[in-house]
């Protein structure tokens, strides 16, 4: 059967990965989260102490961007991909809301994407791959054969990643959570490079009113029409 290349791009905390995971578990491809890698960087940046507050050393950081290497590899216990920092496992690290209030300055710095696209490219030059993130479909992969673009309501979104994290144990804040989903996609459509945009030939997807399973299963209705072609 042939194999093609996959683009969820979208909106931050609306379940392009939950999607991009299980579609690619489902049909034996590689699943690659973008968003992870650019908040690898962030977490690195933060750990070496190019953030002075908000102020990103940004030539310190451009010094250093080729001795950040970011690998995937799999859970054997979760059969799910775990992000590796110059191979320390970061999955979780990666994930907290101090992360998530630093990495959109970081992937709007041109030299950042430079490198993540180039690496994101090389993951996927043998197709086979679902990867997620915000300019996947309009930059990384244009010709990918099948293209979803997924937004959902604000305040939907904030709920779930509240949910999310209040299950995993961490302090949070519903109000705080809303706020950085609303900054991180205000700075990811207003950047200069690959700003965040529904590629014009990807497919529109609002799941504010549906369950995983249900959002599932179009994905999977949609693969099958293009693999069928
Ligand atoms: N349709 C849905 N209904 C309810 N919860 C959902 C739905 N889709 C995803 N979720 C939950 O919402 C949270 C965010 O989903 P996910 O991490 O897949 O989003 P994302 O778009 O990849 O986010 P990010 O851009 O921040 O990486 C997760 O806890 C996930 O389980
Ligand atoms: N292709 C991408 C993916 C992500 N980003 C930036 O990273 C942030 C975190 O991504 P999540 O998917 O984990 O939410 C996101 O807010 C973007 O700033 C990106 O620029 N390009």
Redo the contacts with the bound molecule.
């Keep these: 059967m042939k194999r093609i290349t996959i683009a969820i791009d979208g909106f ?2 609306c379940g ?2 939950t999607m991009a995971k299980d579609l690619a578990q489902e049909i034996g491809y590689i699943y690659i ?4 890698m ?2 690898a960087v962030t977490l690195y940046s933060i750990e070496n102490g190019l953030f002075k507050g908000d102020v990103i050393n940004t030539e310190e950081l451009k010094r250093r961007i080729n001795d950040i290497h970011i690998t995937f590899r799999i859970d054997p216990e979760t059969g799910r991909p775990n992000t590796y920092l110059n191979d320390v496992n970061v999955e979780n690290k990666i994930r907290t809301m101090e992360v ?1 209030s630093k ?2 300055p970081i ?1 709007a710095l041109d030299f950042v ?1 430079k490198a993540m696209v180039a690496q994101q490219q090389a993951m996927g030059k043998e197709k086979g791959i679902v990867m ?5 479909g309009t930059t ?1 992969f244009p010709d990918a054969e099948l293209k979803i673009f997924v937004t959902a309501s604000p305040e939907i979104r904030a709920q779930r990643r509240f949910a999310e994290l209040e299950a995993k144990g961490q302090e949070v804040n519903f109000n705080e959570i809303l706020e950085n989903v609303k900054q ?1 996609d205000y ?2 459509q207003n950047r200069e490079v ?1 700003p ?1 945009r529904k590629a014009d030939d990807a497919l529109l997807l609002d799941n504010t009113n549906l369950t995983i399973p249900q959002q599932k299963e179009w994905l999977s209705m949609q693969f099958n029409k293009i693999i069928k072609q």
């Design positions: 931050s905390s392009k990965s989260d973008s968003g992870a650019y908040r998530s990495v959109s992937s994407r997620d993130g915000r300019d996947i990384v991180r700075i990811d690959s965040l």
